[in-house]
């Protein structure tokens, strides 16, 4: 039984999340003749990293 309850409890929560990640704006940062580019955070409006 508390497997049974787990299962229902991993699955609820795995479609929270995927319902969630869909409506996230993904943006790709690639900085011209870097070989990569990193991105350690965000403040405010400012992204930081390096490449």
Known sequence: MKIKSYVI???ILILL??????????TTLDYPGAISTYVYG??????????
């Open 17 to 26: 999340n995927t319902s969630n990640s869909s409506h996230a704006n993904w």
């Open 42 to 51: 965000i403040d405010g409006g400012t992204i930081v990293g390096g490449y």
């Open 9 to 11: 409890i991993i699955v």
